[in-house]
């Protein structure tokens, strides 16, 4: 039983040669795995440009943001102000009425 064991062991590890095609195999395999890595690489770079350009777009788009709802708050403060003039006219030409009674 030993003997077999051994035998196997001696017949797993002994020297054999490599088959026919193991060394274009081999340079094909790292060939892929060259391009892959080259492939990954172009995504990664094309992911980070997305990325770029998603928070550049989004801060435009925030800052425009900004900007209108700047305008649009300086735009009702002078139509109060406006408002409040003309209030204040007409308040004074009622007080001048009532004093004048």
């Known amino acids: 039983m030993m003997d077999d064991f051994e035998q196997q062991i001696k017949a797993a590890l002994a020297k054999k040669e490599p088959s026919?095609?193991?060394?274009?195999?081999?340079?094909g395999a790292a060939k892929r795995q060259a391009r892959d890595r080259r492939a990954s690489a172009r995504m990664w770079w094309a992911s980070?440009?997305?990325?770029?350009?998603?928070v550049t777009t989004g801060s435009a788009w925030?800052?425009?943001?900004?900007?209108h709802?700047?305008?649009?708050?300086r735009?009702?403060?002078?139509?109060?102000?406006?408002?409040?003039?003309?209030?204040?006219?007409?308040?004074?030409?009622?007080?001048?009425k009532v004093e004048g009674i």
Do not use: C, H
Request: proline share 2%.
């Open 20 to 27: 026919p095609f193991f060394e274009a195999r081999v340079l």
């Open 48 to 54: 980070a440009i997305a990325a770029a350009l998603l």
């Open 62 to 67: 925030q800052y425009e943001r900004e900007a």
């Open 69 to 73: 709802e700047q305008a649009a708050g």
């Open 75 to 96: 735009e009702a403060k002078a139509r109060l102000e406006l408002a409040l003039k003309i209030t204040s006219v007409k308040l004074q030409k009622i007080s001048q």
